[in-house]
């Protein structure tokens, strides 16, 4: 079993900051491609970034340029730097991991961008 844990959430003006942190734990071996994903109230659940073993990193349109995944496997962990926030940014942020077959999952963080 492998444990995610996020970091990082909160509230935020518009055009603001934050990095969100995603520690995995656990039975780690052969951990390959990490991400975040996020889920608003009344929508389904998208992918906003994943990063593979070796860096290559994927984004949602609505947030390239914006956005940075980044990953240190030294230390098992992803992180998220989220700029230029926008009020449609708000929701709930998951980190997820795939180790072989398997597919973990953290238990979110909420991120709430003002206007």
């Known amino acids: 079993q492998v444990q995610l844990v996020e970091s990082g959430g909160g509230l935020v003006q518009a055009g603001g900051s934050l990095r969100l942190s995603c520690a995995a734990s656990g039975n780690i071996f052969s951990l390959g491609a990490m991400g975040w994903h996020r889920q608003a109230p009344g929508k389904q659940r998208e992918l906003v970034a994943s990063?593979?073993?070796?860096?290559?990193?994927n984004y949602a349109d609505s947030v390239k340029g914006r956005f940075t995944i980044s990953r240190d496997n030294a230390k098992n962990t992803v992180y998220l730097q989220m700029n230029s926030l926008k009020p449609e940014d708000t929701a709930v942020y998951y980190c997820n991991a795939e180790q072989l077959v398997d597919d973990y999952w953290g238990q979110g963080i909420q991120v709430t961008v003002s206007s």
């Open positions: 990063i593979g073993t070796y860096g290559s990193t």
